[in-house]
């Protein structure tokens, strides 16, 4: 059973980077069947998909912080993580980082975790 | 970036109802869509991909349809634990996008 655990300060203060890591339990980040993600919810609001990284090391980023943001995997570790840099209140949000992968030619998100509520705020 | 615009924001239902969830894509997806239940304080679960496959382990009173701009998600008799609230995912291109979501209430 695959589990996967965000961690990380749950403040960080406005220009500021947020960094998280999600650490894989259960099976191999490493695997050429899964890619890994982050995806974000501010507080009542709706999601936003952040980012994804394959396991070949390509990355995609939403444009809308394409300039702010990395995702990165460290397989020693089973853990891939997030940075964003120059936060404000608005990256306040509850980060969850989760599990892509494709099933007949079909993309989705089929494991996630609980989620990690980051606050910026000085 | 593709918009996705689901209807109703939010509907109030009984057990037993049958309840119709719509979501619209700004230009043609295919099928490339996928619908999540989120709980209060829960990460998304999901319950359908490529717009009409049944997730594993997902009861089937969950059923997708749609293609190209235009996709429903109905729940054929709604039950005390599909109360949540439900959104939409394009996987068409980047970036993915989620639709607003749909707050299912008790009646």
């Known amino acids: 059973q695959l589990q996967l655990q965000e961690s990380g300060p749950g403040l960080v203060k406005p220009s500021e980077t947020l960094s998280l890591t999600c650490t894989v339990s259960?099976?191999?980040?490493?695997?050429?069947?899964?890619?890994w993600g982050w995806i974000r919810q501010p507080p009542g609001k709706g999601l936003e998909w952040i980012g994804i990284?394959?396991?070949?090391?390509?990355?995609y980023y939403n444009p809308s912080l394409q300039s702010r943001v990395t995702i990165s995997v460290d397989t020693s570790k089973n853990q891939f993580s997030l940075k964003l840099s120059s936060v404000t209140a608005a990256d306040t949000a509850v980060y969850y980082c989760a599990r892509h992968r494709t099933v007949a030619g079909y993309r989705l998100i089929d494991d996630w975790g609980q989620g990690t509520l980051v606050t910026v705020s000085s | 970036a593709i918009q996705m615009t689901q209807s109703p924001s939010s509907l109030s239902a009984s057990v037993g109802d049958r309840v119709t969830i719509t979501c619209r894509a700004s230009q043609g997806i295919r099928n490339d869509l996928g619908w999540y239940q989120q709980k209060p304080g829960k990460a998304p679960k999901l319950l359908i991909y490529a717009a009409s496959s049944l997730q594993s382990g997902v009861p089937s009173r969950f059923s997708g349809s749609g293609s190209g701009t235009d996709f429903t998600l109905t729940v054929s008799s709604l039950q005390p634990e599909d109360f949540a609230t439900y959104y939409c995912l394009q996987d068409y291109n980047y970036p993915w996008t989620f639709g607003q979501g749909t707050k299912v209430e008790i009646k």
């Open positions: 990284i394959y396991y070949s090391g390509s990355t």
């Open positions: 259960g099976g191999s980040i490493s695997s050429s069947s899964y890619n």
